[in-house]
């Protein structure tokens, strides 16, 4: 029973993607017909449609491609001789990794293994570094969830404001601290997804830090990142991402 249930499955499936896709149907007898001398297998049982990929221009989450992408390049121009990351995109300390070592925590640790890497768990309420004690640091589109419980953490309205506390604590003096959120001209909280900052509620998660630049990814349009950008500029966005370089004086 088990096997032909598990046929039924398939072909609803195929069936089910056959239907959503006849230009998929179209293309598939097209490569056949030129495909003279056949070098894979090509069965309609291997069919795997995807259908919305036939676009103009390649699509990409805005806020993940710039802003790793803008503190990939803050690292490089720091040049520390080790780099600690918490709890950022993956892609990050993947990538930086390969012309700095760096040392990745995250609350859900990832079992990444590449060489100039390492991962572990960190809490980062309550980090286990001592205090003055990392001069490069990076905290990537990730303090807007602490506390909501999304990615299973405590249950916490000051988890941000904890957070940054510890950040601030851990940074060497003369330290830099590249830090990204969600900003816009109000402050929100979508729950359970993230909270948006204005650029006053960043500034005042760090009282103890200056702040070196201020760049912001717009919302809308097909601008990368406004460097050196005027905050004012926030007035037209609801969700930016904002980018912050902290050092401790």
């Known amino acids: 029973m088990q ?23 179209y293309d598939y007898w097209s490569f056949k017909q030129l495909d003279k ?14 259908i919305f990929d036939k676009t103009k221009l390649t ?8 802003h790793t992408a803008w503190a990939a390049r803050k690292v490089a121009q720091i040049a520390p001789a080790k780099h600690v990351d918490i709890a ?13 070592p760096v040392d990745f925590y995250d609350y859900r640790p990832a079992p990444l293994h590449l060489s100039g890497l390492a991962t572990e768990h960190a809490d980062l309420t309550q ?6 004690s990392i001069p490069s640091l990076s905290c990537l589109h990730t303090i807007e969830h602490i506390g909501l419980g999304r990615y299973g953490d405590p249950i916490d309205p000051e988890g941000d404001i904890k957070a940054c506390a ?43 830090l200056k ?7 717009p919302e809308h349009g097909t601008d990368g990142v406004h460097e050196h950008a005027n905050p004012i500029e926030l007035q037209n966005e609801t969700y930016a991402c904002g980018l912050f370089w902290f050092k401790k004086v």
């Not at 830099?176 to 900003?183: G, I, K, N, Q, R």
């Not at 702040?211 to 990814?217: H, P």
């Open 3 to 25: 096997p032909m249930l598990q046929l039924a499955k398939k072909i609803y499936k195929l069936g089910k993607n056959i239907i959503l896709s006849p230009f998929v149907i």
């Open 37 to 50: 001398n056949p070098r894979f297998e090509l069965g309609i049982r291997d069919f795997f449609p995807q």
């Open 59 to 66: 699509g990409f989450d805005r806020h993940y491609v710039y």
């Open 88 to 100: 950022s995109s993956l892609y990050f300390p993947g990538l930086v990794s390969a012309f700095i």
């Open 127 to 132: 980090l286990h570094f001592e205090s003055n």
């Open 166 to 208: 510890e950040l601030s604590r851990v940074l060497a003096p003369g330290g830099s601290l590249l830090f990204v959120t969600p900003v816009g001209k109000k402050a929100i909280i979508q729950f359970n997804a993230h909270r948006i900052y204005t650029y006053e509620k960043v500034l005042a998660l760090f009282p103890t």
């Open 211 to 217: 702040l070196e630049e201020f760049s912001f990814v």
